[in-house]
């Protein structure tokens, strides 16, 4: 009897040891769509024109035509690999010179983002990547005798490194906290960020998040493009884990 016990534990044991194993190298998928209460300050210019960029985060909600966030991460025991792409399209229309000239305003933005990290501890990850920024703008401007129409745009890569930190609270809530610097010339002059969130785990696979998101781009180029704008708010997210 004494034996057959044995035999039944060893069975027992080596059945469970894969399945363990597995599980300790599994990888995992998050998608998240978020939403992000963005202001934006700074300069702004084309050309030889140059102004002040003061937009509230309502005044970009009224502009906004059509905007998409979304972030993904693929996570293994030791390092993962992210994406995360912010649209928005922007239109505002002004009129001015006593009612006689109108002037309508169209900005299109993309903010692509890859980055891969590896952890050196549970709580602690080194993350280089990359960022991809478009910006295009278009002003029509009509007069009674006369519409003119200006243009602008550009893109730009910048190199990223940095690190996160994600600190488990309890079992269904953690802090997660990313800063990163880049650009060094490549791209910007220089750009940093932070993003720091809040999350809920109400399930295995569904999650929420609440958080603040900064980002600071000093991007100049040949031919008078100036964008040293700093995009900062609130953002709140779901997310699915499978």
């Known amino acids: 009897m004494k034996k057959r016990s044995t035999i039944v534990a060893s069975l027992a044991f080596a059945l469970a040891a894969p399945a363990a194993s597995a599980q300790s190298t599994a990888f995992t998928h998050t998608v998240e769509g978020y939403f992000m209460g963005a202001s934006m300050t ?7 024109v140059t102004g002040d960029v003061n937009l509230t985060s309502s005044k970009i909600f009224e502009n906004l035509q059509f905007g998409a966030m979304a972030d993904y991460r693929g996570e293994a025991p030791k390092w993962a690999v992210t994406a995360d792409v912010i ?3 922007l239109g505002a ?3 001015g010179d006593g009612g006689r000239a109108t002037a309508e305003v169209d900005m299109d933005e993309w903010l692509v ?5 590896y952890r050196f501890s549970p709580v602690f990850e080194a993350v280089g990547g990359v960022r991809y920024t478009s910006l295009k703008t278009a002003i029509e401007l009509r007069k009674p005798l006369e519409t003119t129409t200006t243009k602008a745009s550009a893109d730009w890569v ?3 490194v940095g690190a996160r930190l994600a600190l488990p609270l309890s079992e269904a809530f953690a802090f997660t906290f990313r800063g990163m610097i880049g650009g060094f010339g490549v791209g910007c002059d220089f750009t940093w960020d932070v993003d720091a969130r809040l999350k809920w785990h109400v399930s295995k696979s569904v999650g929420l998040s609440v958080g603040y998101r900064y980002l600071d781009q000093d991007y100049e180029k040949d031919g008078g493009f ?4 700093v995009s900062q708010g609130p953002l709140a997210g779901a997310s699915l884990t499978f």
């Open 226 to 229: 100036k964008w040293d704008v």
């Open 158 to 160: 910048d190199p990223l």
């Open 42 to 48: 700074g300069t702004a210019g084309a050309g030889p």
């Open 113 to 117: 983002e890859a980055t891969g990290s």
């Open 87 to 89: 649209y928005m399209g």
């Open 93 to 95: 229309t002004g009129t």
